[in-house]
Each structure stands twice: as structure tokens, then as C-alpha cells.
């Protein structure tokens, strides 16, 4: 039996998700909703949802790197989708930011993780995202008043080692990855190593290395979940080399990188790969799948 339409799942995507909004609807057999938006000449922004969301379990869609201009945009679709009629209004944001900030470390910082995740818990019914970066929060729960799915990359990056990289040995560049890279480890049977990192400002990081003897002959495979400045990669990849490792292959989650970050870490990597949370010319492992997967089952919950 063909569902009605009013039974399928409505998704629109913002601005620069198409492409990801689309794999998501062909695995949720979800209709892919027309919406305009466009700047005024004062820049405010024009939106309009171009396909009814009455009746309908809509999701939204869009990842949040770079996320102070995508903010407003979001909160003005999922409004509007509530205002029409929309039976509950979800966001798949494959990129969650604003976790960073989750604590006051000086007198008057905003604790802008709090900050952002009550203004968005006050617009949407539930969100589905891949591998937020907490630190001091046990779970979205602990930030996030609504209904959520966290999706593990962890499968999809160690299907990807598995049929790219032989004798791959895992390398995690601070204590903070030995999470991902210990599961992805254990998941393509390879041996890891977790190094030491201090940080001395936002591009100043210092590698301590254990004994990598055991890695000679194996391909070093580095693991983390965000990349932005790229220095911990950077300065992990020259320690390796320094020691007569071969180039290492760079594999990461979320995409943040800062141009001159991701151009100097070609130079020191024998290749970069990332899940396709962000968009970027690195994008090598599709997440989308495992994403379909989490917000079906918040689709499809009352």
C-alpha cells in the first residue's frame, strides 16, 4: 500500500543541505518540502514554506558549522512549520554546535552551550545529530530539553579504514579521542595509541608520543572528532614522521577546518578523510544512513 501523503514525513532543507536533506528523504521515504528564503537589502531574512507542512511530522534540516548566520533562518522555518499546522517539528543537524562554551571560566563568560540549546529546545520537538562534542555534559539531556538521537560515527568511519587502509594502526592525538578511537579500533581489529596533548593557545599544541615501536610497518591512521585549526593533526603528523612513520592517514568527523589549517595539513598527511557532516572537498564517509536511522525512530514516536 502507497502511504498518504499526509502519512510522509515532510523535510525541508536550509540553505547548502540539499544534498544531504535528499539522501535522508530517499531513506525515510520522506517528501522533500519546497522552502524560499532570500536576504532583504538589510540583510533580515525572507522565508517562506513554499509546501504545506499541515497535519504532516516535518524535519528540518541542517548542519550547524559556522552557525551564527544559519541560527535565525532555522528558528524562523521551524516556527513557521509550527504556525502552519505541522504535527511536531524535528532538526537533523548533523553538526551540532555552540557545546564548546559549558562553563563560566571567567567572571561574566556566557555559558553559551546552555544559552543556545534553551532557545532552540523552545522551537523544535526533537533532535537528531552525529557525535556531539561534550565535555562536561554527560548527554544532550543534560543541555537539551527535548527528545534527542546521538549517532555514532564510529561504524561508518571503521567500514571506511577497512576497505582503504591495510595494517592500519589507530592513533588517537589527545586523551579527549581515545573514545572514538578505541571503538573504531575495536570495530576494524586494529591495534591504537592514544598520545598526549597540551595546548597552549587556540594554535599552539604540544605531542608527547608513547612507544610506537610496534607501529613501524602499519599505516598510523589519526582519529578525532572535530577538526578546525588542524594544529593537534598537524603537529601529531610531523611527531610521527619525525620518528620514521610513513605520512599518516587523517580521519575526522566533523569538518570545521580554517583554510590555511586544512592546505598545511596536505602537506603533512598522506590523506584526509571526513564523515560528511560539513560540507567539504575532504568528505569521504556518508553518514547519512545511520542519520536516517536515528531520526526515524523520533519521527515515528508520539
Known amino acids: 500500500m502507497v502511504p498518504r501523503i499526509a502519512d510522509r514525513p515532510l523535510l525541508f532543507a536550509l540553505p547548502g543541505n540539499e544534498g544531504f536533506a535528499s539522501r535522508l528523504a530517499s531513506a525515510l521515504d520522506a517528501e522533500e518540502g519546497e522552502l524560499e528564503t532570500r536576504s532583504f537589502p538589510d540583510c533580515e531574512t525572507y522565508l517562506r514554506l513554499a509546501t504545506s507542512p499541515a497535519g504532516r511530522d516535518v524535519a528540518i534540516v541542517c548542519t550547524l558549522d559556522r552557525p551564527d548566520p544559519k541560527f535565525l533562518p532555522l528558528i524562523f522555518a521551524a516556527s513557521a ?165 610513513p605520512p599518516p592517514v587523517c580521519v575526522a568527523v566533523h569538518a570545521l577546518f580554517a583554510e590555511e589549517g586544512f592546505a598545511t595539513l596536505k602537506k603533512n598527511a598522506a590523506r584526509i578523510a571526513t564523515t560528511n557532516t560539513v560540507l567539504h572537498s575532504s568528505n569521504a564517509i556518508d553518514i547519512s544512513g545511520s542519520l536516517a536511522a536515528g531520526a526515524r525512530s523520533l519521527l515515528h514516536s508520539l
Open 81 to 245: 512549520a509550527r504556525q502552519l499546522g505541522a504535527r511536531r517539528v524535528g532538526l537533523v543537524a548533523p553538526y551540532l554546535c555552540y557545546l564548546r562554551q559549558d562553563k563560566s571560566f571567567q567572571p561574566g563568560e556566557a555559558v553559551t552551550s546552555a544559552a543556545f540549546a534553551r532557545a532552540l529546545s523552545r522551537e523544535i520537538d526533537w533532535l537528531a545529530t552525529v557525535d556531539p562534542h561534550l565535555h562536561r555534559y554527560g548527554s544532550l539531556d543534560a543541555v537539551y530539553t527535548i527528545q534527542s538521537s546521538v549517532i555514532a560515527s564510529a561504524p561508518a568511519i571503521a567500514e571506511w579504514i577497512r576497505h582503504m587502509i591495510e595494517r592500519p594502526l589507530l592513533i588517537g592525538p589527545d586523551i579527549e579521542s581515545e573514545q572514538w578511537v578505541s571503538t573504531v579500533a575495536k570495530l576494524v581489529g586494529a591495534p591504537y595509541r592514544v598520545l598526549r596533548k597540551e595546548r597552549f593557545g587556540d594554535r599552539d599544541v604540544r605531542i608527547s608520543l608513547p612507544d610506537m615501536e610496534d607501529g613501524l610497518g602499519r599505516t598510523p591512521v589519526l582519529v578525532d572528532d572535530i577538526v578546525s585549526s588542524a594544529q593537534t593533526m598537524i603537529e601529531t603528523s610531523r611527531r610521527l614522521r619525525s620518528i620514521g612513520l
